[in-house]
């Protein structure tokens, strides 16, 4: 008989390309996973993946399964949502993602909140790469995400939340007026530090510093904010900063932050979910409820 566990297992399957990886977000062992998946695919009289030493793929059948399953489980946790919700607003469990610019800033301010207004909700918390964020949107595994916008996808509603400035973060050892206002042009001849491919964070400043920053940035490696400016601090070149970090960040006496000429960078932060989701009414909530903390 088809199950839900197998479609799970196999839609996991299908978003890592890895029995392992697939095992561990199920919280079952490789051999488990690999049992169910035989035993959906003699359930199904098809052979759904393709297996090596190395590696596998999915069939062309494979493919179409998946794409079904993903639809299945999404309707399931929408039918649970809708549940949820319909016992009381906001409540319930919401799996939020963040992206790692926004959690350790916008959190602390957040959670206290929404434990004293909506005590019998419980957030579930998730903070990797913007990409990483919308695929599991997309896929059914989180219910919205926090994000810099805009998404251009058509199946996801957004309600922005707050404009977020950007900073210029030097070292304070410099000779500067912090007076002034900067512009791309003063970035000239200066070491750009970043954070490492994928963070959205460095995509927004490097379209905001232009052929600048393409040619004289520095990728780092670096995961956080924190890494960089630590960098900064210690004269090993200038950062973009985001406004909402800096009350956090900024403790150190060796950085100074200074403001952009107008019309002043900044990304715009939005709330994202499904528009199929029936919980759209707790998001709206939500999103309220962080431009209440934001402001």
Wanted: charged share 25%; glycine share 6%.
């Amino acid at each position: 008989m088809l199950t839900f566990k197998q479609l799970r297992y196999f839609v996991a399957v299908q978003q890592h390309g890895h029995f392992g990886n697939a095992a561990e977000e199920v919280c079952v062992s490789q051999p488990a996973l690999s049992m169910q998946i035989r035993d959906l695919e003699k359930e199904l009289g098809l052979c759904l993946i393709e297996r090596n030493a190395r590696s596998i793929r999915l069939t062309p059948e494979g493919e179409e399964i998946a794409k079904r399953a993903n639809q299945i489980l999404r309707e399931m946790q929408d039918l649970k949502a809708y549940a949820e919700h319909a016992a009381s607003p906001l409540s319930g469990t919401i799996r939020l993602g963040v992206i790692p610019s926004l959690a350790p800033y916008i959190l602390p301010k957040l959670l206290p909140a929404l434990t004293k207004q909506y005590p019998a909700l419980q957030l579930d918390l998730r903070e990797t790469l913007t990409a990483t964020l919308l695929s599991e949107l997309k896929h059914g595994t989180l219910d919205a995400v926090l994000v810099a916008l805009p998404v251009e996808e058509p199946d996801l509603e957004e309600a922005p939340i707050f404009e977020d400035h950007f900073l210029l973060a030097v070292a304070s050892s410099r000779e500067i007026d912090e007076r002034k206002r900067m512009g791309p042009d003063d970035l000239h001849g200066e070491n750009l530090l970043l954070l490492e491919e994928g963070h959205c964070l460095r995509d927004q400043t490097l379209s905001f510093c232009g052929s600048i920053g393409q040619n004289q940035s520095a990728n780092v490696g670096a995961t956080s904010i924190a890494t960089v400016l630590h960098m900064v601090a210690a004269g090993y070149g200038v950062t973009v900063l985001p406004e909402i970090c800096a009350d956090t960040e900024i403790a150190d006496d060796r950085i100074t932050l200074l403001r952009f000429a107008e019309p002043q960078p900044s990304r715009r932060i939005g709330l994202i979910w499904r528009k199929t989701s029936p919980k759209s009414e707790d998001y709206m909530a939500l999103a309220r409820c962080l431009r209440n903390v934001t402001n």
